[in-house]
T-cell receptor, first 109, second 118 residues
Framework: GQNIDQPTEMTATEGAIVQINCTYQTSGFNGLFWYQQHAGEAPTFLSY??LDGLEEKGRFSSFLSRSKGYSYLLLKELQMKDSASYLC??????????WGAGTKLIIKP | GAVVSQHPSWVICKSGTSVKIECRSL??????MFWYRQFPKQSLMLMATSNEGSKATYEQGVEKDKFLINHASLTLSTLTVTSAHPEDSSFYIC??????????????FGPGTRLTVT
């Protein structure tokens, strides 16, 4: 079966760095996506990885290791507005997105 | 960037009535759109995949006669919740798939529709 695992909840301090991990087992792989979702709102796109390595985009970076079925999202210089759920999703061989349950990130002053 | 709109943003209806939700891709053509529902503090649950000009593909456990999907054009898909009941109250989100020049697909989400059935 297909499975995406990520922690349910994480807490970090404003200004700090946090890493949210995601492991996956899917039938086929056409890329891994990270989305941010604030409470009561729809998800917004953060990053896409299809090749191994690190993709950096401002304060956010995303890493992928296809051989390990592993990705992480790194958030630097945390701000209170970063409090949200972060969803890991893998596009399978049918180009369908398989979603993780999301990681709720709580930022404390 | 790509924009997907959804209408209405929120709707309250009486039990037994039907509600139609529209999803539009405003600046690109989407042959494939997706409908999700999300209960509080839970992840997205894919309901169905909507393909332009053909019947929607429903996920297991989703009643196709209750959740009618029509993808009549490359920029519009509609979800009609028929004979709504309080347990259908949820956050319904659509997304449109777009091919990227980098050779992959990306999904853009609408803002969601909060349905409350009384």
């Amino acid at each position: 079966g297909q499975n995406i695992d990520q922690p349910t909840e994480m807490t970090a301090t404003e200004g700090a760095i946090v890493q949210i991990n995601c492991t996956y087992q899917t039938s086929g792989f056409n890329g891994l996506f990270w989305y941010q979702q604030h409470a009561g709102e729809a998800p917004t796109f953060l990053s896409y990885n299809v090749l191994d390595g690190l993709e950096e985009k401002g304060r956010f970076s995303s890493f992928l290791s296809r051989s390990k079925g592993y990705s992480y999202l790194l958030l630097k210089e945390l701000q209170m507005k970063d409090s949200a759920s972060y969803l890991c999703a893998v596009m399978d061989s049918n180009y369908q997105l398989i979603w993780g349950a999301g990681t709720k990130l709580i930022i404390k002053p | 960037g790509a924009v997907v709109s959804q209408h209405p943003s929120w709707v309250i209806c009486k039990s037994g009535t039907s509600v139609k939700i529209e999803c539009r891709s405003l600046d690109f053509q989407a042959t494939t759109m997706f409908w999700y529902r999300q209960f509080p503090k839970q992840s997205l649950m894919l309901m169905a995949t909507s393909n332009e000009g053909s019947k929607a593909t429903y996920e297991q456990g989703v009643e196709k006669d209750k959740f009618l999907i029509n993808h009549a054009s490359l920029t519009l898909s509609t979800l009609t919740v028929t004979s709504a009941h309080p347990e259908d109250s949820s956050f319904y989100i659509c997304s449109a798939r777009r091919g990227h020049p980098g050779g992959y697909y990306e999904q853009y989400f609408g803002p969601g529709t909060r349905l409350t059935v009384t």
